[in-house]
């Protein structure tokens, strides 16, 4: 299993940004795909972006595409949410999860293709 430390949410304005960052450690990070998921209050957990064991390829929602980029340092063990442009319906608890399989694609993006997840960080924007 591999330990994962969500981190860098925060109370923000429309438009603002945004940076989390997730902390692995446990079994080997590099060998992993990475995700982000969201949760709003009184919704399902949903897809918010996946990266590659080695970073060469990323998979956004149709909401978040163009707006939050994700990225990883596989020499840090961690992974990043850039969020940019922020709106009020991005608000939600930011989930990182690593995936239950080695060298998994981006096709992958139900979270029930992950098998480990951090506790969560708050992201709230206000109007």
């Known amino acids: 299993q591999v330990q994962l430390v969500e981190s860098g949410g925060g109370l923000v304005q429309a438009g603002g940004s945004l940076r989390l960052s997730c902390a692995a450690s446990?079994?080997?990070?590099?060998?992993?795909?990475m995700g982000w998921f969201r949760q709003a209050p009184g919704k399902e957990r949903e897809f918010v972006a996946t990266?590659?064991?080695?970073?060469?390829?990323?998979a956004y929602s149709d909401s978040v595409k163009g707006r939050f980029a994700i990225s990883r340092d596989n020499a840090k063990n961690t992974v990043y949410l850039q969020m940019n442009r922020l709106q009020p319906e991005d608000t939600g608890v930011y989930y990182c999860?690593?995936?239950?399989?080695?060298?998994?694609?981006?096709?992958?993006?139900?979270?029930?293709?992950?098998?480990?997840w951090g506790q969560g960080t708050q992201v709230t924007v206000s109007s």
């Open positions: 999860a690593a995936d239950k399989i080695t060298y998994a694609s981006v096709r992958r993006k139900s979270p029930t293709d992950f098998g480990s």
């Open positions: 446990g079994r080997t990070f590099s060998s992993y795909a």
């Open positions: 990266i590659t064991w080695s970073g060469g390829s990323t």
